[in-house]
C-alpha cells in the first residue's frame, strides 16, 4: 500500500514527534519519549519520498528538532488523521495493486531459501500480530493491544508497530516473507592483495588436504615480506567458502572417488527379476593366513587365501564359491561350473571386469575394456557360448554390486571364527590383533568354514530387502525359484563350463595335441592335423581325458593322455599294437564305403590301341645320296635266320611230349602260390 501524495495539500502535512504523541495515532505510541524512540529506531530522519525529497525537515518554532511528513506514518495512522478531519480524504491511502502483487512470488522464493531461525522468528513475529488483531476485534483498542503483546512477548511496542507497517497491503497469507529478518552483511570485503587470495586458495586446494591454519600461516610469511596486513583466517575460510564450490573443494582436496560419493547413491529395484535370472560374481581376500598343502610340484605354503563367489541378485542368496590362492580365470570357471551343476543357468552375469572374469577363456567374443585383445581365432568364451550376457561394473564400488557389501557381513562370521583364532590378519596393516601370525588353518578346514559360514548367512532370518521382507535369503530364493522357469544345464554344457579353453594347434602329421608339455591323441584328429583347435580340460589334473572342439565350437572327440612308457614295457606295446590294429580297421571300413572300383577295370578304362594315322607330308625332302656309282647288294642276315630255325624246332618238340601222370601240389596263381596249396618240397 502506497501513500498518493495530491496536489494542493492543507498546511497542516508535517507533526512533530510531540504532536504525533498527543493525537494518540494507531500505530503510534501516546507517550513523547516512546515516539522519540520510535523515530530513532526507524529512523525516519534518513527516510525520502519516490522523488527523492526528505521526509523530514527542522521544525520552526521554540525548541527545534525535526518534524515529519504524514506520509512516513503507518496507514493505520494517515487513516485516523483523515477520519478526525485533520487531513484532506484526498489523502486517504489507496491501493497500488501492480507493486502489491508483484513481489509476491519472489519474496516467497527468498523466504525458502532462509534458514530455520530466520523461518521461526517470522512465524513468532505473526503469531504476536494475529493475537493482537484478534484483541481489536474483541473491541481493545490498537495502543493498549500493542502495549499488552509488548509486555507479554518482552518486545518493544515500537518493534510491534514497526512489524504492523511491514505488513501492511500484503494478504494475510503473504506476510512471513515480509515478516521475516533480512539481515544483511555490511560493508565492503576485507581487502586482500589479489596474488595473495590466489596464494591462499591454490595452497589449501590441493591434495595432501592443508588445514585453513597451515595455509595461513605460510600466507602471513609471503604477506610479511610483501608488506601487506591480512585479515583473519576466519575472514579468508568465510570467503573461499563461499566464492568456491564446495564440488570444486572436495574435487581438489579428496579426488574424483570422494567426489563420486557426494552423488547419492542409485536405489535398484529387483521386482521385476526371479530367483536365478540375474547373478553378480566378485573376489574376494579373506583376513586370514591358510596352509596350502604341496601341490602341482609347488611345496607347501602359508597365504591369504582368494574366494570367487556368486550371489544371486534378486535374493542375494549366495549360490556358489571356489577358493583358491588368487583370482584366476580358473577358479572362475569351476565357480561357473558349480552354479551350473546345481543351480541353472542365468541369464545375466555383473562382474567388474578385473583380469579373472575379463579372460577370454570366460567371457570370449564378447567386447570388454580389459586389456585382451579379442581376436577371430580366439576359441568362444563361456558365457558367450551359454548366451548369458555379461555387465560390467565398477571394481570395488559397492553400490554397483551387492555381493561386496555381503563380504563384509562374511568377513565377521568366517574370519573372526573361533577357528581362525592367531590366523587373523586384521582388516588392514594398522589393525593387526595382538597374536598376529601365531597359526594357519589347514585349506581343507578353512573351506569347511567358508560354507558353514556361507549356510548361516542365507539362512538368517529378518533381511530387509524388497525379496526377503523380514525373512530370510534362501526363504526369497526358494519361493521365486520354484515357479520360474530357469534353464538347465546339459551333459555338454557342463563339459563346456567346468573345462577351459586353450587355443592351440594340432600336430601337422598326426594331429595330435600338445598342452602344457602333454599330448593327447585320438585317430579323429588326424583329419584336424594342421588346424587351430580348441580343448576343454581340467586344470587342475592335466592327466585327465581332454575334449577337442574346432575353432568354431563343433565338438571333435575325446584325447586320452599319451604318456611316456619304459622301453620294455609290455603293456604299453599292447596298447600300442591295439591302437594300430584299431586304426587299420577303421581305415580299411572307412576305405570300403569310398566304393573304389578295382584296379583291372580302372586298366580296362584305359585301352593300349594305338591307331595308325596317315603320315604327316613334310615340306622339307633331304636327298639322299649313295656312295659310288653301283647300287649296293643287300645281303642275307645268316645269323638271324638259323635262331628262328631253333624256336621252331624246340616248340615242335614240346608239342609231342606225353601228357604227365602225377599232378602237381601248386599252381600258378597271378605269379605266386595259391592260398591252400603248399609248394612241392623235393626228396
Request: charged share 25%.
Amino acid at each position: 500500500m502506497q501513500l498518493a501524495i495530491r496536489a494542493g495539500e492543507p498546511e497542516k502535512v508535517w507533526f512533530s514527534t510531540g504532536e504525533l504523541a498527543d493525537l494518540d495515532l494507531p500505530g503510534l505510541s501516546s507517550k513523547r519519549n516512546r515516539m522519540v524512540d520510535l523515530v530513532k529506531e526507524l529512523k525516519w530522519s534518513e527516510k525520502c519520498d519516490r522523488a527523492g525529497m526528505a521526509l523530514a525537515r527542522p521544525r520552526a518554532g521554540r525548541g527545534g528538532g525535526l518534524e515529519f511528513h504524514f506520509s512516513i506514518l503507518p496507514q493505520s495512522a494517515i487513516t485516523e488523521l483523515v477520519n478526525r478531519g485533520l487531513l484532506a480524504a484526498s489523502y486517504a491511502p489507496v491501493n497500488d495493486a501492480v507493486e502489491a502483487v508483484a513481489p509476491v512470488g519472489k519474496n516467497w522464493t527468498w523466504y525458502d531459501q532462509q534458514s530455520d531461525k530466520t523461518k521461526a522468528e517470522a512465524q513468532r513475529r505473526l503469531m504476536i500480530l494475529q493475537r493482537i488483531e484478534l484483541a481489536e476485534k474483541a473491541g481493545f483498542g490498537a495502543n493498549n493491544a500493542v502495549a499488552e503483546a509488548a509486555k507479554q512477548y518482552e518486545v518493544s511496542p515500537a518493534t510491534i508497530w514497526n512489524w504492523r507497517q511491514l505488513v501492511t497491503g500484503i494478504a494475510a497469507q503473504d506476510r512471513l516473507p515480509a515478516l521475516a529478518p533480512r539481515r544483511v552483511g555490511g560493508g565492503l570485503k576485507k581487502g586482500i592483495d589479489e596474488a595473495l587470495w590466489q596464494q591462499f586458495k591454490t595452497d589449501f586446494l590441493r591434495k595432501s588436504a592443508p588445514t585453513y591454519a597451515g595455509c595461513y600461516a605460510r600466507l602471513e610469511e609471503s604477506a610479511k615480506k610483501a608488506g601487506f596486513i591480512l585479515p583473519t583466517c576466519k575472514t579468508l575460510q568465510r570467503r573461499l567458502e563461499a566464492e568456491v564450490p564446495a564440488s570444486v573443494i572436495v574435487f581438489m582436496r579428496e579426488g574424483t572417488k570422494a567426489l563420486q560419493e557426494t552423488i547419492p547413491s542409485q536405489k535398484r529395484t529387483i521386482l521385476g527379476l526371479h530367483a536365478m535370472e540375474a547373478i553378480n560374481i566378485d573376489g574376494h581376500k579373506w583376513d586370514v593366513f591358510v596352509r596350502f598343502p604341496a601341490k602341482n610340484g609347488l611345496p607347501e605354503r602359508i597365504a591369504r587365501p582368494m574366494t570367487i563367489a556368486m550371489q544371486d541378485l534378486y535374493s542375494r542368496k549366495m549360490l556358489a564359491w571356489r577358493t583358491g590362492e588368487a583370482e584366476t580365470s580358473t577358479l572362475t570357471r569351476l565357480t561357473f561350473g558349480d552354479l551350473f551343476k546345481k543351480w541353472g543357468i542365468p541369464k545375466h552375469v555383473t562382474s567388474d571386469n578385473g583380469r579373472a572374469f575379463a579372460s577370454k577363456w570366460i567371457t570370449g567374443g564378447a567386447k570388454t575394456r580389459f586389456r585382451f585383445k579379442i581376436k577371430d581365432s580366439d576359441p568362444t568364451g563361456l558365457l558367450t557360448a551359454l548366451g548369458i550376457v555379461t555387465h560390467w561394473a565398477t571394481p570395488a564400488h559397492g553400490q554397483a554390486k551387492p555381493i561386496e557389501r555381503s563380504f563384509g557381513t562374511l568377513e565377521e562370521v568366517i574370519s573372526k571364527h573361533p577357528l581362525c583364532e592367531g590366523a587373523y590378519t586384521g582388516k588392514n596393516p594398522m589393525a593387526k590383533p595382538e597374536n598376529y601370525a601365531e597359526r594357519a588353518i589347514d585349506l581343507d578346514v578353512f573351506e569347511a568354514l567358508i560354507a558353514k559360514g556361507m549356510e548361516v548367512y542365507n539362512a538368517k532370518q529378518g533381511r530387509r530387502t524388497e525379496a526377503a521382507q523380514g525373512g530370510s535369503f534362501d526363504d526369497a530364493f526358494f519361493a521365486s525359484y520354484k515357479v520360474s522357469a530357469i534353464g538347465r544345464a546339459t551333459d555338454e554344457q557342463l563339459r563346456l563350463a567346468l573345462l577351459t579353453a586353450d587355443h592351440v594347434r594340432a600336430n601337422r602329421k598326426t594331429g595330435a595335441v600338445q598342452l602344457y608339455g602333454n599330448t593327447y591323441y585320438a585317430p579323429a584328429l588326424y583329419d584336424l592335423a594342421g588346424q587351430m583347435v580348441a580343448v576343454r580340460f581340467d586344470p587342475d589334473d592335466l592327466m585327465k581325458t581332454v575334449y577337442i572342439y574346432k575353432a568354431t565350437g563343433e565338438y571333435v572327440c575325446e584325447a586320452p593322455i599319451q604318456a611316456a612308457v619304459g622301453f620294455y614295457d609290455v603293456d604299453a606295446a599292447k596298447d600300442r599294437a591295439k591302437l594300430g590294429a584299431g586304426l587299420l580297421k577303421a581305415t580299411r571300413e572307412a576305405t570300403r564305403l569310398q566304393n573304389l572300383i578295382s584296379v583291372a577295370d580302372l586298366a580296362a578304362m584305359m585301352p593300349l590301341d594305338t591307331e595308325d594315322g596317315p603320315a604327316p607330308e613334310t615340306p622339307i625332302i633331304r636327298p639322299v645320296r649313295s656312295r659310288g656309282n653301283a647300287v649296293r647288294r643287300l645281303a642275307p642276315d645268316v645269323a638271324q635266320n638259323d635262331q628262328a630255325l631253333v624256336m621252331n624246332a624246340f616248340r615242335n618238340a614240346i608239342d609231342q611230349m606225353p601228357e604227365p601222370q602225377k599232378r602237381h601240389r601248386f599252381s600258378i596263381v597271378d605269379g605266386g602260390l595259391s592260398p591252400n596249396q603248399e609248394p612241392e618240397r623235393p626228396n
